[in-house]
């Protein structure tokens, strides 16, 4: 304030011994001063950031032109009421109040300004190793930037006002302990969401598989729960603090999102495995659900009780295929040996009866 007194002594002079006069000569001069300086300097920014490719800088650029012109104004307005001749409850009043002001456009600024950051760093990077933010997490780290600006635009308010924090601080300490034990599944689910939302062991649209063998298409990840699409269509909510806790598999994971199947089948002693082979293999390029790369291919596994056991393994786009084509595979397999005659044995028993009982 000091300052802006001291440029404006020549004006100051001319209105000696006139302080309401002094007082609104500083605001309108403040307000002509920031509104040329606003105009002037970010209109030469403006044309520098109209030569780059990016688009962020023109955002950031009109996020940052609000606060400056407000605290140019907020500054000389204080200047010039701190002048006039009220009284010194009312001037105190008037500029905290300004002071408040300015914290909250500063705060409403570096709350939009944290977002655009955050959204460069989870998508700006090509190369999605490197990128500092992952686009799933990012909701986590708005909300967490939020709160530590909000934190600090309330502490800074307090502070102007002259409010202790120290009671605010300890009332606040014994209601968080209170609301702790009173929602504590609450919170275990909160925070196994955040731990969720940063390990990102599954993410929407992938399917998973828990303990009790609930297995569903992932739709929805929020920082309570986790919901599954089943088979059904039907929609189960599980909470995070179990999802977080729990063997969780995700047949969505790896490095690409195929699903390989496996169709077993047994063929009697006698036959001839390597047409046995050929017949897979012929199903199995023939099947439109079965992907070409990976490869499909033929395993025999063992010599069973009654039969040779075979396995034909092949890979699908994604997991909810599964049914469909396992079906279409065992149909073809099925009519294909009955056209060979190849036989598929199944479990029987022979009875041999050693005697008959005597007919008196």
Same mark, same amino acid.
């Given at each position: 304030?000091?300052?802006?007194?001291?440029?404006?002594? +020549?004006?100051?002079?001319?209105?000696?011994?006139?302080?309401?006069?002094?007082?609104?000569?500083?605001?309108?001069?403040?307000?002509?001063?920031?509104?040329? =300086?606003?105009?002037?300097?970010?209109?030469?920014?403006?044309?520098?950031?109209?030569? !780059?490719?990016?688009?962020?800088?023109?955002?950031?650029?009109?996020?940052?032109?609000?606060?400056?012109?407000?605290?140019?104004?907020?500054? *000389?307005?204080?200047?010039?009421?701190?002048?006039?001749?009220?009284?010194?409850?009312?001037?105190?009043? #008037?500029?905290?109040?300004?002071? !408040?002001?300015?914290?909250?456009?500063?705060?409403?600024?570096?709350?939009?300004?944290?977002?655009?950051?955050?959204?460069?760093?989870?998508?700006?990077?090509? %190369?999605?190793?490197?990128?500092?933010?992952? +686009?799933?997490?990012?909701?986590?780290?708005?909300?967490?930037?939020?709160?530590?600006?909000?934190?600090?635009?309330?502490?800074? =308010?307090?502070?102007?006002?002259?409010?202790?924090?120290?009671?605010? #601080?300890?009332?606040?300490?014994?209601?968080?302990?209170?609301?702790?034990?009173?929602?504590?599944?609450?919170?275990?689910?909160?925070?196994?969401?955040?731990?969720?939302?940063?390990?990102?062991?599954?993410?929407?649209?992938?399917?998973?598989?828990?303990? *009790? &063998?609930?297995?569903?298409?992932? !739709?929805?990840?929020?920082?309570?729960?986790?919901?599954?699409?089943?088979?059904?269509?039907?929609?189960?909510?599980?909470? %995070?603090?179990?999802?977080?806790?729990?063997?969780? !598999? &995700?047949?969505?994971?790896?490095?690409? +999102?195929?699903?390989?199947?496996?169709?077993?089948?047994?063929?009697?002693? *006698?036959?001839?495995?390597?047409?046995?082979?050929?017949?897979?293999?012929? =199903?199995?390029?023939?099947?439109?659900?079965?992907?070409?790369? +990976?490869?499909?291919?033929?395993?025999?596994?063992?010599?069973?009780?009654?039969?040779?056991?075979?396995?034909?393994?092949?890979?699908?786009?994604?997991?909810?295929?599964? *049914?469909?084509?396992?079906?279409?595979?065992?149909?073809?397999?099925?009519?294909?040996?009955?056209?060979?005659?190849?036989? =598929?044995?199944?479990?029987?028993?022979?009875?041999?009866?050693?005697?008959?009982?005597?007919?008196?």
């Amino acid at each position: 304030m000091d300052n802006i007194e001291q440029h404006l002594a +020549p004006l100051l002079q001319f209105f000696s011994g006139q302080p309401w006069l002094q007082g609104a000569a500083i605001i309108i001069v403040t307000f002509l001063f920031a509104s040329l =300086i606003s105009w002037l300097i970010f209109r030469i920014l403006k044309f520098l950031t109209n030569k !780059t490719k990016s688009f962020v800088d023109d955002r950031l650029l009109a996020i940052a032109r609000p606060p400056i012109y407000y605290s140019l104004l907020i500054t *000389g307005f204080s200047t010039g009421i701190n002048r006039m001749p009220l009284s010194e409850k009312l001037t105190d009043y #008037l500029i905290f109040g300004f002071k !408040t002001l300015g914290v909250i456009i500063w705060m409403i600024a570096l709350i939009r300004f944290s977002k655009i950051v955050l959204q460069q760093l989870a998508w700006g990077a090509k %190369n999605k190793n490197i990128r500092l933010v992952q +686009p799933q997490t990012l909701p986590l780290f708005d909300n967490l930037s939020k709160l530590i600006i909000v934190a600090v635009a309330v502490y800074v =308010i307090f502070q102007i006002w002259g409010i202790d924090m120290t009671a605010w #601080l300890a009332s606040a300490g014994i209601v968080g302990i209170a609301v702790g034990f009173a929602a504590k599944d609450t919170l275990a689910n909160l925070f196994s969401g955040v731990f969720i939302l940063a390990d990102t062991p599954y993410k929407i649209g992938d399917y998973v598989v828990l303990d *009790g &063998n609930q297995r569903g298409k992932v !739709t929805h990840i929020g920082l309570r729960s986790t919901r599954l699409l089943t088979r059904d269509d039907v929609e189960v909510t599980v909470p %995070n603090s179990i999802m977080g806790n729990s063997k969780v !598999t &995700n047949q969505s994971g790896g490095p690409h +999102p195929k699903f390989r199947i496996r169709v077993k089948v047994g063929v009697a002693y *006698g036959t001839d495995i390597d047409e046995v082979e050929a017949i897979l293999m012929k =199903i199995a390029d023939e099947e439109p659900l079965i992907v070409k790369y +990976p490869e499909p291919r033929v395993r025999f596994r063992q010599f069973g009780a009654s039969s040779l056991d075979f396995e034909l393994l092949g890979w699908i786009e994604n997991p909810e295929l599964r *049914g469909r084509a396992l079906h279409s595979l065992n149909s073809k397999v099925y009519k294909q040996f009955n056209d060979k005659g190849i036989e =598929i044995p199944f479990a029987k028993q022979d009875l041999y009866i050693k005697e008959l009982p005597k007919v008196k």
